[in-house]
């Protein structure tokens, strides 16, 4: 055993020493062989002076380069303009267009918009009118008549007209000037204490008025004095204008039978006038009372006593009649009968011939 062992020992040696051998030749060819892969991997020159690492050398190399560059800078232009806006990049990318937010935050931000308008339009939408409340107030058809296709127009040409109405009255309106002539604005006065003298102006009529008020007559005194009637079935605030109206009734039948009173002639015929006392009796009362006064006299003084006049059937009032007899007793001219005479003009000594009245005193009634 001891020998086997001994023969097999100088093998193991030799094989020891084989495989040293071959551990160093390798590791003499191991340099060359990287270098040979390195060199074949290494690119060519072409390869080289594609990616602008070796230059071309010679007189063209300088030419060669400024006309690269300037390829370089006409595609850089080009593409600068072709690129779009902030803006449209923005949308693009889904952001909000002309935001001053973060990109990062555009998103919730734009969730949070829309949240905001769905909500106002659903507090809208359940606080509007039911269509029939719409109907009644006419502010949904507010023309039945007109077919459904027409109202979006009508309503259009309303609101043009409701505008050129206001254009219209803008460019009539008055000037700075005309307000300050018609006393609508004084211009004494401030724009700043404007405010300040309207309120003082208003507390001046408040106290005014009420000075008036607590120095008016009371009702009884109105009723004494002929203001208020004490049988009226007419409310005092309407009384004034109830004897307004009674006025300017009275004044139109006046120029009514005025209008239609006789002609010089018909009142020769009838007998009322003659022509040889014409003269004698007409002339001096034309002198003494003006026609124009007297048709004035007729409509302010109040009716006490009524005579119906022969020639214009109008009513002559007898305090008009006492009024002239005191006027004749002064000049020392008693009578008993008055003849008014009624004319059309200003002036007594008129074209036209005027109309005579005869009136007399009624008959004194002694209470």
């Known amino acids: 055993m001891s020998d086997q062992i001994k023969a097999a020992e100088p093998t193991k040696e030799a094989k020891e020493t084989g495989d040293a051998k071959d551990s160093k030749n390798n590791n003499e060819t191991d340099p060359a062989r990287t270098l040979e892969k390195k060199l074949k991997r290494r690119p060519s020159i072409k390869e080289v002076m594609d990616k602008n690492i070796l230059k071309k050398g010679g007189k063209l190399a300088g030419p060669i380069a400024a006309l690269e560059k300037q390829n370089l800078e006409k595609k850089l232009n080009d593409k600068i303009a072709r690129r779009g806006s902030k803006d ?150 309407l009384q004034g204008v109830a004897k307004q109206l009674e006025f300017n009734l009275a004044k139109s039948n006046f120029h009514y039978q005025y209008s239609r009173r006789k002609s010089i002639d018909d009142l020769i015929k009838a007998g009322i006038v003659r022509p040889d006392n014409f003269q004698e009796c007409v002339q001096p009362l034309l002198i003494v009372h003006p026609s124009l006064n007297l048709l004035k006299f007729l409509v302010i003084v109040p009716t006490s006593y009524t005579l119906l006049c022969d020639a214009s059937k109008a009513l002559l009032t007898y305090n008009l009649r006492e009024g002239i007899l005191r006027y004749l007793k002064a000049q020392d001219e008693e009578k008993d009968e008055v003849r008014l005479f009624l004319v059309s003009g200003p002036h007594p000594r008129y074209d036209t011939l005027p109309h005579t009245v005869h009136t007399r005193a009624p008959q004194q009634t002694d209470n």
């Not at 769905?118 to 009118?129: C, G, K, M, T, Y």
């Not at 409340?133 to 409701?162: G, I, V």
């Open 88 to 237: 449209d990049a923005m949308k693009k990318a889904g952001g909000m267009e002309g935001s001053n937010i973060a990109p990062k935050l555009q998103k919730a931000a734009k969730e949070l918009e829309f949240k905001l308008k769905s909500d106002h339009l659903n507090r809208e939408l359940a606080n509007r009118e039911s269509k029939e409340d719409a109907e009644a107030k006419a502010t949904l058809f507010p023309d039945t008549n007109m077919a459904p296709s027409l109202r979006a127009t009508a309503r259009k040409l309303k609101q043009e007209l409701t505008k050129n109405k206001l254009n219209q009255l803008l460019e009539n309106r008055p000037t700075p000037a005309q307000l300050v002539s018609e006393g609508v604005v004084n211009p004494r006065i401030s724009s700043r204490i404007k405010a300040v003298a309207k309120v003082l102006e208003h507390n001046r009529k408040t106290d005014k008025v009420g000075h008036l008020l607590e120095d008016r007559s009371d009702v009884e005194e109105l009723r004494k004095r002929g203001v208020l009637t004490a049988d009226s079935k007419i409310a005092p605030r």
